[in-house]
Nanobody
Framework: QVPLVESGGGTAQLGGSLRLSCAAS????????MGWFRQAPGNEREGVAS???????NYADSVKGRFTISQDRATDTLYLQMDSLKLEDTATYYC????????????????????????RGQGTQVTVSS
């Protein structure tokens, strides 16, 4: 069983919206820090949004006010609603999870590091066009 499976990527117009989903049944029954990071060609991984079991969320400054992370524990699904898309949002987006954390780090470098030591999905491409 693949632990994390993303869906919902694609192409959107500048200013448009997309919603990403991540099936995460392996994780949503214990402590965890889950979320999304993205990576564009030639760039480092960038943490985008995180959420813990209690629903506390963190957002990167670059997406604050435009993206919303949420979780549905009845269906074990993680979501990322992306509105007011910008050209610089173009990247491959990955769902990621780290078990055993009762809250996510406030540092994005630390969050991406712990995600790197655990699971991530296969990635879904998001392209914003003008």
């Amino acid at each position: 069983q693949v632990p994390l499976v993303e869906s919902g990527g694609g192409t959107a117009q500048l200013g448009g919206s997309l919603r990403l989903s991540c099936a995460a049944s392996k994780y949503m029954y214990g402590l965890y820090c889950m979320g999304w990071f993205r990576q564009a060609p030639g760039n480092e991984r960038e943490g985008v949004a995180s959420i813990d079991i209690n629903g506390r969320v963190n957002y990167a400054d670059s997406v604050k006010g435009r993206f919303t992370i949420s979780q549905d524990r009845a269906t074990d699904t993680l979501y990322l609603q992306m509105d007011s898309l910008k050209l610089e949002d173009t990247a491959t987006y990955y769902c990621a999870a780290a078990p055993g954390f009762d809250y996510c780090p406030t540092s994005w470098s630390e969050t991406v590091e712990i995600w790197g030591r655990h699971d991530r999905g296969q990635g879904t491409q998001v392209t914003v066009s003008s």
